[in-house]
Structure formats: structure tokens, C-alpha cells
């Protein structure tokens, strides 16, 4: 075999293994949906993040608009700083809310955004004002029970 | 053994494996310098990916096929215990494309091309012929040594990442068509499961790594083995035993490294 003979089957085992990489990154794993467009980042702060991590999907109406970029915690108001990444082709009304979800029972949690009504739009920077934090299982737990203390306190009387 | 002699042993003996030691490290030093060189004549190191990469293709997708398999089936019986049928495709692409696939393509990339160096080196030496070459003034390490080094560097990721995908081809096989998985779900949980970056990228990142760990191991045990033919054999036994060690605790190391942050 000379040497362009072997420099050809060289050539087919690298093809081959570009090919391998290319079909796991595209089709095993989640190359295709990044953004090929732009995106703006968007400010909340919660009182409590729970479970969010960062890159968590940020989904509105169950579509995923973006990711979760940075989690810090804000020092003036104490409170957690969350940066959401948002794909330009979606844009939000002003007042939209954000409420931080959970997938499933026991899934990963993520931020479901609800639009509001207003006619300017969510700019790059701004703050999404109105937020719901997190549900925490033992904040649940107890005010569960103190519904029942004060539930058999008033069958007592 | 008396009981004096046990001290006198055990310091004889770890000096001897910090010698050893040492002589690993001047050797991956220059090997590395004549790693240009190598680069330079670009022919050599063609030869080279045509002798380690083409020959080990047969062996490593037939492994990839056999172990995607056996990743399917067993994985469908213990997720169905949960009921968590539907996770296959994610369960075998992560196992591969974290693990098995470096790994098992490393440690088969050992067996097959690390044996055939240390042998062709071996014999190399046995005969004579590196002796020769110095006699000439070439540097056998740049001949010799250098392009196989890279070209090992080179066929180790493009194999591991045939295997790791030909095993989620066999996972497919035996989860959709035989046992009767749903393929959106298949597919569908792995491409929100597998990232980019972290999981295929470090997979990559590893591949590297042990290719770069085994194909040292099998030149160095090769250059440095007994010119005789027995020495050889043993050359090559000591390069698929060290080879197979190293890439096992490199794997606990990168492992530790790259996903306990997640």
C-alpha cells in the first residue's frame, strides 16, 4: 500500500471519528438547542431560591425562553439575585412575574415566567418586579401543623 | 528473608521505584522536545494513525456494538423495577459517554495498539536497529518514538468517540427494536439529559488523557526493554498491566475533578 493509499484510510478513520463526535453532540446531546440568536439578560430577586441552580430552564407556559445565568445574593436587600438569560425572539411585558416551579414531584426546579398585561417591554437589565419564591417543604410542614393546633383549638371550644 | 535484611529490602526496593520514577519523567521530557520534529514530517505520523487507529477499528466497534447491548438490557431491567423505563436512552448515553467509552476504549486501545508499540519497539531494540539509527545521527526518538506519540494522541479521542457512539447505536437496538422502548422517549431523554460541554467534552478530555498515558507507558516500556526476546515479552505484559492500572486510577482522579462539582 503506498503512501497515498494510506494516507486516504487515515483520512476515512479521522472522517469517521469527526462523525462520531458531531452525532454525540448533536444527537445524544443538547447542542441543538442552543441559541443561535442573541439573548438579554433580565434581573429577579426571591426571598427564597430553593433548589434553582444555575442553567436551570426558564420556561413560560411550559416552552423553555431561556436559562438561568447567575444565582449571588443581593447585599442591600438580602435577598437572592437571580440573572435570567432570555432568548431575543421572546420578549415579556413589564410586569411579568416569576414564580420559581418545580418539574414534577421531586424534578429539578426551574422559573415559569407569567406575562403580564403591560405594553412596554422587558429591556435588557431590567427587573422583573413581582416574584414568588420558592416553596420550602419545612416552612409547609409547619404551618400545616400549626393550621391543626389552631384547628382542634377552636373544636375545643 | 532474616529479619535485618526486611529494612534493607524495603529501602532498596523504593529507592529502586523512585529511580524508576525519575527515569519516566526524563524520558516524557524528551520525548517531548522531539515532539516538533515529529510534527515537522507530518508522513510519520500519518503512518502512525494508520497503524494504531485503522487496525484497532475492528475490535473497538464490535466492544462498542457488545457493550451498548449489554448497557440496554441491563439497564431496562433495573429501571423497570421503578418504573423508569423511559430513562434508558439517558441512562446508557451518560454510562458511555462519561465513562465506559474512555475507559473501555482506553484500556482495549492498551491491549491492542499499547502491545503492538512496545513489541515493534522492543524488537526494534532487540535488533538492533535503534542503535543503528543513533550510528547515523538520527535521533530515534524523533524517528521512532515521537510520531507514534502522537499519533496515539491523536486515534485515542476519534475511538473513544466511536465507541461511545456506536454503543448508544447498540443501546437503541436492543431498548427500541427489541424490547420495545418508545423511541422519542429514548432519544428525547438523552438530548435533555447528555450536555455538550460537560458530558461529551470532559468524555473527550479524558480520552486524551489516557491516550496520552497509555501510549507513554507502551513507548517507554518498549525503549527501555531488555534487548533479548524475553525481555520484550515482559516489555509488553508490563505495558498492558501499567497501561491498564494507570487509566483506571487517571479515570478516579478526572472523574473527582470534573463531575463532583455538579
Known sequence: ?157 | MTLPEIPQRVGAVSLAVLRRLGHNATFFVELMQSLPAALRRFYLVTAQIHAIGNYSLVIIVASGMAVGFVLGLQGYYTLSRYGAAESLGLLVALSLVRELGPVVTALLYAGRAGTSLTAEIGLMKAGEQLAAMEMMAIDPRQRVLAPRFVGGIIAMPLLAAMFSAVGIFGGYVVGVLLIGIDAGQFWSQMQNGVDVFDDVGNGIVKSVVFGVACTFVALYQGYEAQATPDGVAQATTRTVVISSLAVLMLDFVLTALMFSSL
Open chain 1, 1 to 157: 500500500m503506498g503512501k497515498r493509499g494510506i494516507e486516504t484510510l487515515v483520512g476515512t478513520f479521522v472522517l469517521l471519528g469527526a462523525l462520531a463526535i458531531v452525532f454525540l453532540a448533536l444527537k445524544a446531546a443538547n447542542l441543538a438547542s442552543f441559541t443561535t440568536g442573541g439573548t438579554y439578560a433580565v434581573f429577579a430577586r426571591f426571598d427564597n431560591i430553593g433548589g434553582l441552580k444555575v442553567r436551570a430552564p426558564v420556561k413560560s407556559a411550559g416552552v423553555t425562553v431561556g436559562r438561568v445565568a447567575s444565582i449571588s445574593l443581593d447585599l442591600k436587600t438580602y435577598q437572592g439575585l437571580v440573572t435570567l438569560e432570555l432568548d431575543q425572539r421572546f420578549v415579556f411585558p413589564k410586569d411579568t412575574s416569576a414564580k420559581i416551579l418545580t418539574a414534577g414531584l421531586l424534578g429539578d426546579q426551574y422559573i415559569g415566567l407569567e406575562p403580564g398585561g403591560d405594553d412596554k417591554n422587558l429591556a435588557s437589565g431590567d427587573t422583573i418586579k413581582m416574584t414568588q419564591s420558592a416553596v420550602v417543604l419545612e416552612n409547609l410542614i409547619g404551618q400545616f401543623l400549626y393550621n391543626k393546633a389552631a384547628e382542634s383549638g377552636d373544636a375545643k371550644k
